[in-house]
């Protein structure tokens, strides 16, 4: 699968931009936007949900190893021993399938299982040569998760954090004093799309085995869809809300925006933002001024084909 991730037609809004300076690292937010609301009731330390590869439930292969040991936590720990270019496909019943980049380090990635209960079936391609890919390995196993959420609650190959990653610390001094889940969601939705810039040079040059590296968008302040979705996505879920990191289509341009959930909405879906009356677009790319003015607020432009 290829993510030729918000290389968009050249027709661009009016970049919504402010220049606020904010050094990461020991990253500091001014007081206006962190400032404690009294009466908060909300605990906001963040919490990082880390995968285990515990080896109760393996599969063992010629080059991989497949640990299946959480499945009902929502994820499926694979690791590849062997050499050449690796794909693995992860499918669901008879959808189309999830198509990864597996490297050869040896070391277990973590892949979310987001499409719920049901039989998925794994398999590990070899590269032959160009597009042509050989069968190494595979297996297959059924899956009855704890909740619908707990996919989109821990970090994978696609959200890649753990403890020490400075976006989960930085998460909770964005929503200290937050008074509930959508005050969290809007203060994080309001720094990523007013300090991080689009980066058109980027966009035309990104690989089809992208991935995002979170401390780098929060660093540089730069980054394409996929960069801002995943940074988003990351610092909402350490914050115990559920959120889903999609990738489809924006009219012809494939692209990468979040849905998150709340008690009080439920999955707020169609890529929208909580303005503080209204829920409107909450796609973080365009509402930073990067995208083309007929899809503003528009859901209905969007097509989303897999979630993470």
């Known amino acids: 699968m290829k993510r030729n991730l918000c290389i968009v037609r050249l027709i661009f809004v009016t970049i919504l931009f402010f220049a606020f300076s904010c050094t990461v690292g020991c990253t500091k937010v001014k007081e206006a936007e962190v400032a404690d609301n009294e009466g908060a009731s909300r605990d906001t330390k963040s919490v990082v949900l880390v995968p285990r590869a515990d080896g109760t439930q393996i599969f063992e292969g010629t080059a991989s190893l497949i640990d299946a040991s959480h499945l009902e936590d929502g994820y499926v720990m694979v690791k590849y021993t062997g050499d050449g270019r690796i794909k693995m496909q992860l499918s669901h019943n008879d ?18 299982l987001s499409c719920g209960d049901g039989y998925y079936t ?3 391609y070899r590269q032959i040569s160009g597009d042509q890919y050989a069968f190494v390995d595979g297996t297959s196993f059924n899956v009855s998760l704890k909740n619908e959420f707990t996919p989109f609650l ?15 610390a ?18 994080i939705y309001d720094y990523v799309v007013n300090h ?12 089809s085995s992208y991935l995002p590296d979170l401390d780098d968008t929060l660093k540089t302040k730069k980054g394409i869809c996929f960069d801002y979705a995943a940074l988003m996505t990351a610092m909402l879920r350490v914050q115990r809300i559920p ?9 012809k341009d494939y692209h990468a925006w979040i849905s998150v959930y709340t008690e009080e909405t439920g999955w707020i879906n169609g890529i929208i933002q909580f303005d503080g009356k209204d829920w409107v677009l909450m796609d973080p790319t365009f509402a930073a001024g990067h995208g083309l003015a007929e899809y503003i607020g528009d859901g209905s432009n969007y097509n989303a084909m897999f979630y993470y």
Request: proline share 5%.
């Open 122 to 124: 794994l398999n590990i």
């Open 196 to 207: 991080v810039v689009y980066d058109t040079k980027k966009a035309e040059n990104v690989s």
């Open 95 to 112: 959808q189309e399938p999830y198509t990864y980049d597996l490297p050869t380090s040896g070391v277990f990635q973590t892949f979310p």
């Open 243 to 251: 959120t889903q990191l999609v990738i489809g289509y924006a009219g």
């Open 170 to 187: 930085f998460s909770e001094k964005l929503a200290k004093g937050a008074s509930d889940d959508l005050d969290v969601v809007k203060r």
């Open 154 to 168: 821990h970090p994978n190959q696609y959200v890649d954090y753990t403890e020490k990653t400075e976006a989960v």
